[in-house]
């Protein structure tokens, strides 16, 4: 039984990693955007925007939620990174417990 659980807990560490990753994509695809390095014309580029952005409003606009404004600041990946690497830290202390 605890080789489920220790492998499972392998597989949340790095599904977060996976979502770390993709929130930095996510920021950095933002700002390219947004100093009109690359045009959101060219089909590629929409299509990892439009992926990241799936993956990762869900989450921010919960956060976003709970903040308080501040204006066109948006500390929500911040703060989910933060969260994750609270939690990896977490099952990390978990996982060599074990």
Do not use: C
């Amino acid at each position: 039984m605890d080789i489920i659980v220790i492998n499972l807990l392998k597989v949340l560490i790095v599904a977060l990693n996976f979502y770390y990753y993709i929130i930095i994509a996510n920021v950095v695809f933002s700002w390219l955007v947004a100093f009109n390095v690359i045009n959101t014309s060219n089909q590629f580029v929409h299509m990892v925007m439009d992926f990241t952005y799936r993956l990762t409003e869900p989450l921010y606009s919960r956060i976003r939620n709970m903040l308080p404004n501040f204006g066109n600041i948006d500390l929500s990946p911040i703060i989910v990174l933060l969260g994750i690497y609270f939690i990896q830290g977490l099952l990390r202390d978990v996982l060599y417990q074990m």
